[in-house]
């Protein structure tokens, strides 16, 4: 299973070209499971709301709609992902949305895709997949 971050997910449902060939070809593999973190929703609401994301029906339609994914996991946060994603080896990513997306991958002992530079370049996480340089 591969956790999607938050931008891999919307680029992926909205078939972004920012999506490269290699994350292509992961999101096509018919054998692969993928999964996203409840907080990808949230922060997919507060985008929409900051007008730093603009989807092609309502928020919730939106989730709704790429929920329904086949092959796609939605991960509830628990308690033990919110302390994890507290304790996260330094230095990590600031940023408290994708700490809990990291926490969350390292919780469940899966692979997470992305492509934030600060989250591949931080040691302490699976990734799907490392561009080339």
């Known amino acids: ?37 409840i907080i990808s929703c949230w922060e997919i609401a507060k985008l929409v709301q900051y007008g730093r994301l603009d989807l092609d029906r ?19 946060l628990s308690p033990s992902i919110v302390v994890e994603s507290t304790q996260l080896p330094e230095p990590c990513h600031r940023d408290p949305a994708d700490q809990l997306i990291i926490a969350t991958a390292r919780m469940h002992g899966i692979r ?7 989250i591949l370049n931080y040691p302490n996480v699976l990734l799907a997949l490392r561009e080339p340089a």
């Open 1 to 37: 299973m591969i956790l999607l971050d938050t931008h891999i997910w919307v680029w992926w449902e909205s078939d972004s070209i920012r999506l490269t060939r290699q994350y292509r070809e992961i999101l096509n593999n018919p054998e692969e499971q993928f999964a996203v973190s």
């Open 58 to 76: 309502s928020v919730n339609l939106w989730i709704e709609s790429a929920l329904a994914r086949p092959g796609l996991e939605l991960l509830p």
């Open 112 to 118: 997470l895709l992305t492509a934030d530079s600060k």
